[in-house]
């Protein structure tokens, strides 16, 4: 039985990396940070209770600030395998916490690699990092690689790059087995409610439920490259599987704007949208009406607006991925359609209000 450890595990990719590595028969140990309240909702269907014998998913208190704890856990649950997911992974909130951020999301991961390394587990344990394709930043080259220049325009993203590059020198200096999976945007149900896509499928949901009057957005013309997170958790263990430690970007290859994951999305409720204006007074209008549920939603209803305050001090305007490098070597491709993903959200989402109604 392999043993795995898995920062940020309460996360939307925690949740799926968790259970597909129980389900490869792995004993689990995840980290999760203190709360006053209960933040595993996500985890709650794979939680078995300390008492249970053999149990093979376990929880731990930790922080990537906190070195000392951190080999405290590595040392005590002595992983074959560590994928560190745990971030500050909000863009827009990195400007408003760059410390905090710097300090976990780049630090945080130079004390994990030091963990292993003092402990004297570089010849046993494979480490994950959880990378992003902020990296890229501004479109230097359109699709990004491997090979393509980085040009990160976030405190999170100038965050990771320290982390990517920290990767590389252990792996390079000590012999690591350390390696950066660099994902283009995920998603799911389980993505949180303040990513830009959640926040658009809870809306519409919320708008059709007449629970909610408007959506409000951003940068409407920023373009994603959007796959699904049970696609992407896969891809993260076929990167430790593989014969020597690289890095792979994990990417559908397909481009999307914001104005059209939001169209999609009132679409599956039967909802059509049409846009009308520019820039900051661009509006999102509703057209038609094919759902008789919605009485309460007319034609002409606006139903998404601009807020400035959405928007980034720097924009990444286009991400599109090239995953050609984890087709080959890896045997990797995504699954899901992006049409798939935002019904599934959507009507998730919908079903989630009409619970609680």
């Given at each position: 039985?392999?043993?795995?450890?898995?920062?940020?595990?309460?996360?939307?990719?925690?949740?799926?990396?968790?259970?597909?590595?129980?389900?490869?028969?792995?004993?689990?140990?995840?980290?999760?940070?203190?709360?006053?309240?209960?933040?595993?909702q996500?985890i709650?269907?794979?939680?078995?209770?300390l008492?249970?014998?053999?149990?093979?998913?376990?929880?731990?208190?930790?922080?990537?600030?906190?070195?000392?704890?951190?080999?405290?856990?590595?040392?005590?649950?002595?992983?074959?395998?560590?994928?560190?997911?745990?971030?500050?992974?909000?863009?827009?909130v990195?400007?408003?916490?760059?410390?905090?951020?710097?300090?976990?999301?780049?630090?945080?991961?130079?004390?994990?690699?030091?963990?292993?390394?003092?402990?004297?587990?570089?010849?046993?344990?494979?480490?994950?990092?959880?990378?992003?394709s902020?990296?890229?930043?501004s479109?230097?080259?359109?699709?990004?690689?491997?090979?393509?220049?980085?040009?990160?325009?976030?405190?999170?993203?100038?965050?990771?790059?320290?982390?990517?590059?920290?990767?590389?020198?252990?792996?390079?200096?000590?012999?690591?087995f350390?390696?950066?999976?660099?994902?283009?945007?995920?998603?799911?149900?389980?993505?949180?409610?303040?990513f830009?896509?959640?926040?658009?499928?809870?809306?519409?949901?919320a708008?059709?439920?007449?629970?909610?009057?408007?959506?409000?957005?951003?940068?409407?013309?920023?373009?994603?490259?959007?796959?699904?997170?049970?696609?992407?958790?896969?891809?993260m263990w076929?990167?430790?599987?593989?014969?020597?430690?690289?890095?792979?970007?994990?990417?559908?290859?397909?481009?999307?704007t914001?104005?059209?994951?939001?169209?999609?999305?009132?679409?599956?409720?039967?909802?059509?949208?049409?846009?009308s204006?520019?820039?900051?007074?661009?509006?999102?209008?509703?057209?038609?009406?094919?759902?008789?549920?919605?009485?309460?939603?007319?034609?002409g209803?606006?139903?998404?607006t601009?807020?400035?305050r959405?928007?980034?001090?720097?924009?990444?305007?286009?991400?599109?991925?090239?995953?050609?490098?984890?087709?080959?070597?890896?045997?990797?491709?995504?699954?899901?359609?992006?049409?798939?993903?935002?019904?599934e959200m959507?009507?998730?989402?919908?079903?989630?209000?009409?619970?609680?109604?």
């Open positions: 039985m392999k043993t795995a450890l898995i920062t940020g595990v309460t996360g939307q990719d925690g949740a799926y990396l968790s259970e597909l590595l129980l389900k490869k028969g792995y004993l689990v140990h995840g980290i999760k940070r203190r709360s006053s309240s209960f933040n595993t996500r709650n269907h794979l939680y078995q209770d008492h249970t014998d053999n149990a093979n998913f376990q929880l731990h208190y930790g922080d990537l600030s906190d070195s000392t704890n951190l080999i405290r856990i590595i040392q005590e649950t002595q992983p074959d395998e560590i994928y560190n997911l745990a971030a500050m992974s909000h863009v827009k990195s400007f408003e916490t760059p410390e905090y951020t710097a300090n976990v999301d780049g630090i945080g991961v130079l004390r994990l690699l030091e963990a292993v390394r003092l402990l004297k587990m570089t010849d046993k344990t494979k480490i994950y990092q959880a990378s992003t902020e990296l890229y930043g479109d230097q080259a359109v699709p990004q690689n491997e090979k393509t220049p980085f040009y990160p325009r976030s405190p999170y993203a100038v965050a990771k790059l320290f982390a990517y590059w920290t990767i590389i020198n252990y792996r390079e200096a000590y012999g690591m350390a390696s950066n999976g660099i994902l283009f945007n995920h998603e799911s149900p389980l993505r949180g409610e303040t830009v896509t959640r926040k658009i499928t809870m809306a519409v949901a708008i059709a439920a007449g629970k909610q009057q408007k959506l409000f957005l951003g940068n409407l013309d920023a373009k994603r490259d959007w796959g699904h997170a049970k696609d992407y958790a896969e891809g076929r990167i430790l599987q593989h014969a020597k430690p690289d890095d792979f970007v994990l990417a559908t290859g397909i481009t999307t914001v104005r059209e994951f939001a169209r999609q999305a009132f679409a599956v409720l039967g909802i059509a949208i049409e846009f204006g520019e820039g900051v007074n661009e509006k999102g209008i509703i057209s038609a009406v094919s759902n008789t549920e919605f009485k309460h939603l007319n034609e209803d606006e139903v998404i601009i807020d400035e959405y928007f980034r001090p720097t924009e990444v305007d286009l991400l599109i991925g090239d995953a050609s490098k984890a087709h080959r070597e890896l045997g990797w491709k995504p699954t899901s359609t992006l049409s798939e993903i935002i019904a959507t009507n998730n989402d919908y079903n989630l209000i009409k619970r609680n109604i």
